[in-house]
T-cell receptor, first 113, second 112 residues
Framework: DAGITQSPRHKVTETGTPVTLRCHQT?????MYWYRQDPGHGLRLIHY???????DKGEVSDGYSVSRSKTEDFLLTLESATSSQTSVYFC????????????FGSGTRLTVV | GENVEQHPSTLSVQEGDSAVIKCTYS??????FPWYKQELGKRPQLIID?????GEKKDQRIAVTLNKTAKHFSLHITETQPEDSAVYFC???????????FGQGTRLTINP
């Protein structure tokens, strides 16, 4: 379905623990993105990738890191989870960047307690 | 960098009436403006987009208009139906750029 999957779909973790979210695509698209969705803030970009091992920061990157060691996988790591990182995280893919549009994954609901 | 403002944050209309959602952007270089619809518990999905070389685009009951001089664009939904109830996001970017900037979202409710 849509060629993009996120795992896990739901996660509860404790403050201070590291957490890794995975985005996997089967479309061989060059661009991959991590957004977080919070009420009143819409979708805010955390990090994105424009190729294997090529990544850049978005507007809310503090406390997050990413890695892309192969085309199909884009990992988001919360180094030391905080309650402010409780959110819904969406991965998106794009064939050729902005004007090709995004396809979103189903999201990961993360709760930090 | 680009900044996108979206209004209203919530909108309630009677079934069959029209709904309009407005967005403004700050970067005059932006030339691609998509709209996404997110149903409850689902992923955002692209419903329509417009590029800066046109002023209006229609797809059945949905239309988007763009005013580049004023740097704003709008989504128009006519003859609203219950299945139009969702959160709608506008976004802006420029061709060749690598990322979109999204508005804050509008929760549209269609009342029967």
């Amino acid at each position: 379905d849509a060629g993009i999957t996120q795992s896990p779909r739901h996660k509860v973790t404790e403050t201070g623990t590291p957490v890794t979210l995975r985005c996997h695509q089967t479309e061989n698209h060059r661009y991959m993105y991590w957004y977080r969705q919070d009420p009143g803030h819409g979708l805010r970009l955390i990090h994105y990738s424009y190729g294997v091992k090529d990544t850049d920061k978005g507007e809310v990157s503090d406390g997050y890191s990413v890695s892309r060691s192969k085309t199909e996988d884009f990992l988001l790591t919360l180094e030391s989870a905080t309650s402010s990182q409780t959110s819904v995280y969406f991965c998106a893919i794009s064939e050729g960047g902005v004007s090709y549009g995004y396809t979103f994954g189903s999201g990961t609901r993360l709760t930090v307690v | 960098g680009e900044n996108v403002e979206q209004h209203p944050s919530t909108l309630s209309v009677q079934e069959g009436d029209s709904a309009v959602i407005k967005c403004t952007y700050s970067d005059s270089a932006s030339n691609y403006f998509p709209w996404y619809k997110q149903e409850l518990g689902k992923r955002p999905q692209l419903i329509i987009d417009i590029r800066s070389n046109v002023g209006e685009k229609k797809d059945q009951r949905i239309a988007v208009t763009l005013n580049k001089t004023a740097k704003h664009f709008s989504l128009h939904i006519t003859e609203t139906q219950p299945e139009d109830s969702a959160v709608y996001f506008c976004a802006a970017g420029f061709q060749g750029a690598q990322k979109l900037v999204f508005g804050q979202g509008t929760r549209l409710t269609i009342n029967p």
